[in-house]
């Protein structure tokens, strides 16, 4: 059994489409195109972590046309009936989970801190799409746009970890360079504001801001 990790699939929002610039012309197309990437990879036994923002609606014809079992972690857009919900395996607004002797937590949304993260742990998340948004610890984007439309193995998950690590000598909090690490959350928002559509959320400018100012 193999485990996958994935977010922000966004099946049948059609707004997604220009918003993120996907290379599909329809919604139509979009949805067919994350189905046959999703299950050339998925098997039937294997585990996907969707970490948020499945689909816009029509959630069951979506859960039953992939493969594998899914765990959800709950995003802004998951929105869905009852009924619906009752096809994950699980739901969950977040989960620490441990894999080789790691911990990884789930979280659609990205996080400053989390379980462990000043020893190592890691995390994946969602949310931010391909905006230009860089996590400046341990965190990886496991969003379609930024990972070729396609889930992503554990295997290929702890790769770009331990490439992030390597780039992240003696990673703590207490050790971080206060000057570099602001110049980099500022560059952050500088990089969203000259959007044309901001795509950071209030709470999380909010949560820079608090940041900074203990800088």
Same mark, same amino acid.
């Given at each position: ?13 059609? @707004?997604?489409? !220009?918003?993120?610039? !996907?290379?599909?012309?329809?919604? +139509? +197309? ?54 619906? $919900? ?22 659609? $949304?990205?996080?400053? @801190?989390? !379980? ?75 990089? +969203?504001? !000259? ?11 909010? +949560? ?8």
């Amino acid at each position: 059994m193999e485990t996958y990790f994935v977010a922000d699939t966004h099946f049948d929002h059609e @707004s997604v489409l !220009r918003h993120c610039q !996907r290379p599909w012309d329809t919604v +139509e +197309e979009m949805n067919e195109g994350l189905i046959e990437n999703w299950n050339k990879l998925v098997n039937r036994k294997d585990l996907v972590y969707i970490l948020g923002d499945f689909a816009w609606k029509d959630h069951r014809k979506f859960i039953q046309a992939l493969k594998g079992k899914k765990v959800l972690i709950k995003g802004n857009h998951d929105k869905m009936p009852q009924v619906s $919900y009752e096809q994950f395996t699980e739901v969950l607004p977040l989960k620490d989970l441990k894999i080789d002797k790691k911990i990884v937590v789930l979280c659609h $949304y990205p996080m400053f @801190s989390w !379980r462990n993260s000043c020893h190592g742990s890691w995390h994946a998340f969602g949310h931010v799409h391909n905006s230009p948004f860089k996590h400046p610890f341990l965190g990886i984007n496991v969003g379609v746009d930024v990972q070729n439309f396609t889930p992503v193995s554990w295997p290929d998950l702890k790769k770009q970890f331990e490439a992030k690590a390597d780039t992240l000598t003696n990673f703590d909090h207490h050790d971080t360079n206060p000057s570099q690490r602001a110049k980099m959350l500022l560059a952050d928002i500088l990089d +969203e504001f !000259r959007k044309d559509e901001i795509s950071l959320q209030r709470d999380r400018i909010q +949560e820079i801001y608090n940041l900074l100012q203990n800088y």
